[in-house]
């Protein structure tokens, strides 16, 4: 199937995608799984929506502590990442970050991936 074709929105679909798309806190496909406990929906199922709505363009990424966690946030934007209960926390980018773009190396660039970790408000209390 093409990028740009059109995909059945069918009810496994919708109710991954209802699951996920507010989400601010960059749930794992587990996270999903347990949220949708109770409709039914199966784990690989989870995994097969999410893939599919990333290669759709829906949901970005963040590959943090070995585990795939997804985004509904799409444009660039930095992550405050908390060592203690990991959770992820979207910020903007700074201003000026596209001058820091190393021209001389005839480097194309295609996605900024800007991350701060440390401890988050709740862990610090
Ligand atoms: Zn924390
Ligand atoms: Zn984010």
Request: charged residues 30%.
């Amino acid at each position: 199937m093409s990028k740009n074709s059109p995909r059945r929105f069918t009810k496994q679909r919708r109710l991954v995608h209802d699951a996920v798309i507010h989400r601010v806190d960059h749930p794992t496909a587990k996270d999903i799984f347990h949220e949708l406990k109770g409709t039914g929906i199966g784990i690989a199922t989870v995994y097969r929506q999410l893939a599919s709505m990333v290669e759709d363009g829906i949901l970005t990424t963040v590959d943090y502590d070995n585990e795939t966690r997804y985004d509904p946030l799409t444009s660039p934007h930095a992550h405050l990442i908390c060592s203690i209960c990991n959770k992820i926390k979207d910020i903007e980018l700074p201003k000026g970050i596209d001058n820091l773009t190393p021209e001389k190396l005839s480097f194309e660039i295609n996605e900024i991936e800007l991350t701060w970790k440390g401890i988050c408000d709740d862990c610090q209390n």
